[in-house]
């Protein structure tokens, strides 16, 4: 069988390397000991979990682990749980979780992009869940410092309004990162790699508040590993290919103009407002152009559905066409 985190094969639900990186070793089985959240047990659900948040229609729920099982939990969450969202109005919605966890894995194997340990699960009932375990957590289980940069900008719903995540420009993002993180260079090629992977990969909700700076115990920030990757053009196929601008006036470039999206070169121009090495960036470029086989070798390994599985790869040939010439 595949490996539910990694995709690689193995005997057991999860292969040694992710049993450690996502439970320190513990023999998890991939299937949990309860059911999906429906009407019929929804207060159950309410009263035995955290619900940590709902960002847009996404529901989340808080586990830990305990000898070898995950259980739903009130404190202490030690992984987030995310089901199918409860949305019927959006496309292929059964999909969600798997599309999470093929694109943090795309992310992290192809690109090396540091993401948060993930991987996909199945309730009781057979219905697919989304599972990440925290990054905020110290091993005495206190939290690191964290701050998204919808905060670190000022931007509320109270001073910007309801669409206050979308209240900026990517540019904006590595200003701050110039202003706080002490290892600068590295943190913007990094921001960088993740704007241009959200692009290939069609991410399109990539706003302010799916970037974050954390605290390091050394009084250093440094940018948070990535989290809520996913191609969301699956679900909702006519949203705009990125969820903030690349940098103020990008969609006034000589590219945008002719062609009505963005090319090679507003990606370079966006490298050099980071103040990215010219090589580096292009070098970055070249290795998204390069990657699609070994993307669809994964999409192919996903439990997304056939559909699923070719409009992901439909909407990565359009964007690494589009970001060809
Ligand atoms: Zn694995």
Redesign the pocket.
């Known amino acids: 069988m595949l ?6 094969e ?1 005997k057991e639900h ?6 450690i ?1 996502l439970f320190d070793g513990a023999k998890v089985s991939s299937i949990l000991r309860f059911k999906a959240p429906k009407e019929d047990n929804f207060e159950t659900y309410q009263q035995h979990t955290k619900r940590l948040s709902i960002s847009g229609v996404q529901l989340k729920y808080s586990l830990r682990l305990e000898t070898n099982n995950l259980v739903l939990s009130q404190k202490n969450g030690q992984y987030i749980l995310k089901p199918i969202p409860p949305a019927r109005q959006i496309q292929a919605i059964d999909d969600a979780p798997e599309n999470e966890h093929l694109t943090m894995q795309i992310a992290e194997q192809i690109f090396k992009i540091r993401t948060a340990p993930n991987a996909l699960l199945y309730f009781e009932d057979g219905q697919p869940a989304y599972i990440t375990r925290r990054f905020d957590l110290k091993t005495n289980e206190t939290k690191y410092l964290q701050e998204d940069f919808a905060q670190l900008l000022s931007r509320s719903s109270d001073s910007h309004g309801q669409n206050y995540k979308y209240d900026g420009t990517y540019e904006a993002i590595g200003t701050l990162i110039k202003k706080y993180v002490a290892a600068a260079p590295p943190a913007l090629e990094e921001l960088f790699k993740q704007i241009t992977f959200n692009y290939i990969i069609s991410n399109g909700d990539a706003h302010l508040k799916n970037f974050s700076l954390m605290l390091l115990e050394t009084g250093e920030y440094c940018l948070t590993p990535a989290y809520d990757l996913m191609c969301t053009k699956l679900h909702t196929p006519y949203e705009s290919d990125t969820a903030l601008e690349l940098f103020e006036d990008c969609m006034n470039s000589d590219f945008y103009s002719i062609y009505g999206y963005h090319g090679r070169s507003d990606f370079m121009a966006f490298a050099k407002k980071l103040q990215l090495v010219e090589k580096r960036a292009t070098d970055m470029l070249k290795k998204f152009m390069a990657s699609e086989n070994q993307i669809i070798s994964m999409v192919e390994k996903s439990a997304l559905s056939d559909s699923s599985k070719n409009l992901y790869l439909k909407n990565l040939r359009d964007q690494i066409f589009r970001m060809g010439y």
């Open positions: 490996c539910s985190s990694c995709y690689s193995t999860f292969c040694r390397k992710c049993r990186k």
